[in-house]
């Protein structure tokens, strides 16, 4: 995913947001059509955002001072939860859409999407603060405290503008 941190903002915003936007657009007038094709628009909105987020903790966390360890192996292990159950869902949705599913257990799928979806929530959540944290600390040199890094936790959040703002810092971090 480190290529994720090479590319220039506008290439991130129509990987991550530009394509699936076009999908759906082209797609709108034929709301079958758009049901097929939502999971791939997740798939590339997905794997682009959350993987940029965890290309920014992984590969950041190698250029942080030698005095400073931040513990990528915990982000690693819950930030792999909510990117498999996104990629599972999407599956889920292709599969049901197709007209494959089976409908008689739709209550208990409901109850384990609601379960599954608060939590891959908290759990993205905290891989924002942390590829943030990481973010800020690369540059300040030492360990950031929330009211360092707040603005890129918001800004990597909201990425679709993140992408202009961050990617440009984050290409210098990176070379």
């Given at each position: 995913?480190?290529?994720?941190?090479?590319?220039k903002?506008?290439?991130?915003?129509?990987l991550?947001?530009?394509?699936?936007m076009l999908?759906?657009?082209?797609t709108f007038?034929h709301?079958?059509?758009m049901l097929?094709?939502?999971p791939?628009?997740?798939?590339f909105?997905?794997?682009?955002?959350?993987?940029?987020?965890?290309a920014?903790?992984?590969?950041?966390?190698q250029?942080?001072?030698?005095?400073?360890?931040?513990?990528?192996?915990?982000f690693?292990?819950?930030?792999?939860?909510p990117?498999?159950?996104?990629?599972?869902?999407?599956?889920?949705?292709?599969?049901v859409t197709n007209g494959s599913?089976?409908?008689s257990n739709m209550a208990?799928?409901?109850v384990?999407?609601?379960?599954?979806?608060?939590?891959?929530m908290?759990?993205?959540?905290?891989?924002?603060?942390?590829?943030?944290?990481?973010?800020?600390?690369?540059?300040?040199?030492?360990?950031a405290?929330?009211?360092?890094?707040?603005?890129?936790?918001?800004l990597?959040w909201?990425?679709?503008?993140?992408?202009?703002?961050l990617?440009?810092r984050?290409?210098?971090?990176?070379d």
């Amino acid at each position: 995913m480190k290529f994720l941190l090479k590319l220039k903002h506008w290439q991130l915003f129509l990987l991550t947001w530009g394509l699936p936007m076009l999908i759906n657009i082209f797609t709108f007038s034929h709301p079958e059509l758009m049901l097929q094709m939502f999971p791939v628009m997740m798939v590339f909105f997905t794997l682009g955002t959350l993987g940029w987020v965890w290309a920014i903790a992984t590969e950041l966390n190698q250029k942080l001072p030698s005095d400073v360890r931040l513990n990528s192996g915990r982000f690693k292990i819950y930030f792999s939860i909510p990117i498999l159950y996104i990629l599972g869902i999407t599956i889920y949705i292709a599969f049901v859409t197709n007209g494959s599913g089976d409908s008689s257990n739709m209550a208990v799928a409901g109850v384990a999407i609601v379960v599954l979806h608060l939590l891959s929530m908290v759990f993205i959540f905290m891989g924002l603060r942390f590829a943030a944290k990481t973010m800020k600390t690369v540059e300040l040199g030492r360990v950031a405290k929330f009211g360092d890094y707040a603005g890129e936790f918001f800004l990597i959040w909201f990425s679709i503008i993140g992408y202009w703002v961050l990617q440009p810092r984050i290409n210098k971090l990176v070379d």
